[in-house]
């Protein structure tokens, strides 16, 4: 196809108002927010969110900005509400090991009410076991049992009294302890002196007897240490005889309240008759002391009684349909729950009443959405997800009292199942580069969930995007947009992603441009928003940003920069580039000039020699050595020695998009046929010679329009692109009027030769018998190399076979 020249209406798509079907979006509110573009997104989605078997977790990769986040929550809403409540989940005192507290599993609501119950049991008891302990029957059966308690104690003493007195010896009684004495025939106490005096076989005699009593008190204070254990047992055992029907209807009255079937019945049976039997073994708790005795009594008793609480830990109480969280801050603590310590003399302590739920325990039976990036910078975070998908068992812990600087006192939460449906968000570079490193965690989410960075424009995806904005315009508060305000939204969807026939997927970008195109109308006094809303918004921002671009354009006005726009030169051509400053990105001229002459050397890629060229931008030079040599490859070995260079240029060059450019420079300096200075190029070149399509179109041609705009217009100027580009051009309105009022041109080709044809007026040539035709651009940079072998022969060179690539 020979070289074309794009007509005005090809430069730019634009898309008609009154297609759209609405006089403004306020019309389309009542219609659901669509995936727009996202049909193999939704389809994954919604398979993945609806597969209940293991393992099937969602991966979703996608750009920022792509909607992956906000239409993911929105599915999993969706599909949430059909699925039932997932339980309570309670910790409960473990009675048998207090450092192990057991996890309870409740129908949800059945949580809170078992903490109310267990909390309105302590009430009850605290009253009604203290006043049944003063109770007549009481009193009445405990004094009688104290009473035996003191007779048979009393005659157990008698007897042990009378054994003394029968051998001098008089016992006292002193605040429970007994006190020896021993008397003389006259019944007065013996004196230390009077002992002295008596014979020494009458000492002997005194010696044994009291050694005798002595054993025959140790048998009574074993006798009456016995006597008052039967007390004590007696007193216990009538205690729990009149407290065991109110703990046992009580605790039956709990049972009642909580009839309905659950998973762990026999686990919330178990721990209900251990309370009754920690109740029942703590009862004298429950009588008030005297005096200073009470308070340490009193404080015994609340520390007992704290260990029937219950610590409801996941409360699903009034919720409709299966948890949905999107955890923005996964923290060990906020994800996988925690254990809160205090500290007490120096030594850090907690019991079960401190453990906290984090979000996958508060998501069970439900979703949780994740950023991946979130959890790769932190190691804790990723090793204890990786053992929990594993496992499907999660273990509260607080993995940081290992390091604790004082002593702390340890607790293990009984671990829990747990099924919850993780989606983990992350861009294609994250998703590939856990796949090679973690296979075995990425095994675990099976259902891949790709989100796409443009699609295919049509009526359904247009009227979408037009929902899409009224849905935006209400959430944020914002005045509803009119049908060609939408429009102009939407040829700025085709600009973004460079194709007339596509839209972009990144409705960030969409969404920004809709909330400054209002404050635009806003700004009027407008009710509604107007296509030049849209238009002042875009323009708007771009000057927020272009002021890289301005002082570039600058400093060719200024003379710093070599540019010309005009006129004709030899091995000289306007290359165009573009600069991506993140936020912005802009197009700008650079001059491509080229050297050539006699010698064995090959071509040279000057920016590659002092390493200011990145990987792909070599590989086009190579490419294009490689096209320079097949065209000559009947008059090989050349004797060459050529340069290739980006002048003015000192921040490095990326990209193949400028070897059409070398090629016209490096042929131009062969053949020595001056190139048009008003024609910049762009496009990247293949070893067959065909033009390939390149990014960044609209940005270098609008570049180079500036730079023309700034030194003078003169109809003579243009850009030459790739046909392949042409369903890319998505130019601004002034460059397209230009190109209609004559003042600026765009040209198209497929081949190198076709362009090289327009840039130098001369036909490129085609290979005969005896080579190129002698006035073609190839014939006289033929007739160039074969004078450059001769001039080598003739200083005694030797050329090499083949050419030399780059350095």
Not at 68 to 86: I, N, S
Not at 92 to 97: K, V
Not at 712 to 732: A, K, S
Request: hydrophobic share 40%; with cysteine.
């Amino acid at each position: 196809m020979p070289i074309a020249q794009v007509p005005p209406a090809e430069l730019r798509l634009a898309v008609d108002a009154r297609t759209l079907g609405f006089a403004d979006t306020s019309e389309l509110l009542g219609q659901p927010l669509p995936w727009i573009g996202q049909e193999r997104a939704e389809q994954a989605a919604r398979f993945g969110l609806q597969m209940d078997a293991p393992d099937y977790n969602l991966f979703v990769l996608g750009e920022v900005g792509s909607g992956r986040t906000t239409l993911l929550a929105q599915m999993m809403r969706e599909v949430a509400a059909t699925r039932p409540v997932p339980p309570d989940l309670c910790y409960l005192h473990n009675f048998d090991a207090p450092e192990r507290p057991r996890a309870l599993r409740m129908p949800p609501g059945q949580g809170r009410q078992l903490r109310s119950l267990m909390q309105q049991l302590v009430k009850t008891l605290q009253a009604e076991i203290a006043k049944r302990l003063d109770g007549e029957d009481f009193r009445a059966e405990s004094a009688h049992l104290l009473k035996a308690y003191k007779a048979e104690d009393q005659r157990v003493y008698a007897e042990l009294d009378a054994y003394a007195e029968a051998r001098h010896f008089a016992l006292i009684r002193d605040e429970g302890h007994l006190v020896l004495t021993l008397r003389d025939e006259k019944g007065e106490p013996m004196t230390e002196g009077k002992l002295l005096a008596l014979p020494k076989e009458k000492r002997t005699e005194t010696d044994r007897l009291e050694e005798e009593l002595r054993g025959e008190i140790t048998r009574y204070l074993e006798k009456s240490r016995a006597l008052e254990r039967v007390m004590n047992e007696g007193l216990a055992a009538l205690r729990r005889q009149v407290i065991k029907p109110l703990l046992e209807h009580e605790l039956q009255e709990i049972r009642n309240e909580l009839r309905k079937q659950i998973k762990d019945t026999v686990k919330l049976g178990g721990y209900l008759d251990q309370v009754a039997h920690d109740v029942l073994e703590n009862l004298e708790l429950f009588q008030p002391g005297d005096g200073d005795e009470d308070g340490v009594r009193a404080e015994a008793l609340a520390s007992v009684l704290t260990r029937y609480s219950v610590n409801l830990v996941v409360d699903n109480q009034g919720h409709a349909g299966a948890p949905v969280i999107v955890e923005d801050n996964p923290l060990f603590r906020t994800l996988f729950g925690s254990v809160e310590y205090q500290n007490e003399n120096d030594v850090l302590v907690t019991d079960y009443s401190r453990i906290r739920a984090g979000s996958l325990l508060r998501a069970h039976g439900g979703f949780i959405m994740l950023h991946l990036r979130d959890l790769l910078a932190d190691e804790p975070v990723w090793e204890k997800l990786r053992r929990f998908l594993r496992s499907g068992r999660l273990q509260i812990e607080e993995p940081g009292m290992l390091y604790a600087p004082i002593a702390a006192v340890s607790l293990q939460p009984e671990p829990v199942d747990v099924d919850v449906k993780i989606i983990l968000v992350a861009s294609v570079e994250e998703y590939y580069a856990v796949q090679e490193g973690d296979p075995e965690f990425a095994r675990r989410f099976r259902c891949k969930v790709d989100f796409a960075e443009s699609f295919t424009a049509s009526a359904q995806t247009r009227q979408a995007t037009a929902i899409f904005v009224a849905h935006t315009c209400r959430k944020l508060g914002l005045p509803h947009f009119s049908a060609p305000a939408v429009a102009a939204l939407l040829e700025e969807a085709h600009r973004e992603a460079e194709d007339q026939a596509r839209q972009s997927a990144i409705f960030a970008h969409s969404e920004a441009l809709v909330m400054e195109a209002a404050a635009m109308a806003r700004a009027r006094g407008a009710a509604l928003v107007e296509a030049i809303d849209v238009l002042a918004a875009r323009q708007a921002r771009i000057h927020r940003h272009d002021y890289p671009e301005q002082r570039l354009q600058e400093t060719i006005t200024d003379g710093e920069r070599l540019l010309d726009v005009d006129g004709e030169k030899v091995a000289q051509v306007n290359g165009l580039t573009v600069v991506d400053l993140g936020d912005y990105r802009f197009g700008f001229p650079v001059r491509v000039t080229a050297r050539t002459h006699a010698g064995d050397e090959g071509l040279l890629n000057i920016e590659r020699e002092v390493e200011l060229s990145g990987p792909i931008h070599d590989k086009g030079v190579l490419i294009l050595n490689s096209y320079l040599a097949a065209l000559f490859a009947h008059i090989a070995p050349l004797a060459l020695n050529a340069a290739v260079v980006f002048e003015q240029e000192y921040s490095g060059v990326e990209g193949d998009s400028a070897s059409c450019a070398e090629f016209y420079a490096l042929l131009s300096s062969l053949s020595g046929l001056p190139l048009r200075q008003g024609i910049a190029v762009t496009g990247a070149v293949n070893q067959h010679g065909e033009m390939l399509p390149v990014g960044g179109i609209n940005e270098k041609i609008e570049g180079y329009f500036r730079s023309c705009e700034l030194m003078g217009l003169t109809g003579r100027q243009g850009v030459l692109i790739p046909r392949r580009n042409r369903r890319h051009l998505m130019l601004e309105h002034r460059v397209v009027e230009a190109v209609a009022q004559g003042r600026f041109q765009i040209w198209t080709a497929d081949s190198a030769g076709e362009g090289m044809e327009l840039l130098c007026g001369q036909r490129f040539g085609e290979l005969g018998p005896a080579g190129y035709p002698a006035d073609t651009v190839l014939g006289r940079a033929q007739k160039t190399l074969q004078d450059y072998r001769k001039a080598t022969q003739a200083a005694g060179a030797k050329p090499e076979r083949r050419p030399r690539t780059l350095k």
